[in-house]
């Protein structure tokens, strides 16, 4: 999305009241619940990414990744 702010300023009066339909919904003030979306927004960037590491040995990815494609095949239909 352009832009990238979450702040009510500057923002286009369509985005604003669906942020304010959301608020009301939550039961929250529209201030608040821009407040939280940052909140929510920071702590997200804070927290480490979630990703696999890689296994150590090449052949055990091999072999994890040839279980995985037979057991796609028997899951199809016939």
Do not use: C, I
């Not at 696999?52 to 040995?57: K, L, R, V």
Request: proline fraction near 8%; glycine fraction near 8%.
């Amino acid at each position: 999305m352009a832009g990238g702010g979450t702040g009510t300023q500057g923002n286009g009066t369509a985005k604003q009241a669906y942020e304010a339909r959301r608020a009301a919904k939550a039961g929250v003030s529209l201030d608040r619940w821009m407040d939280q979306k940052d909140e929510r927004r920071t702590v997200a960037k804070a927290a480490p990414a979630r990703s696999n590491p890689p296994p150590a040995n090449p052949l055990l990815a091999l072999a994890r990744s040839t279980w995985r494609r037979l057991m796609d095949r028997a899951h199809r239909p016939l």
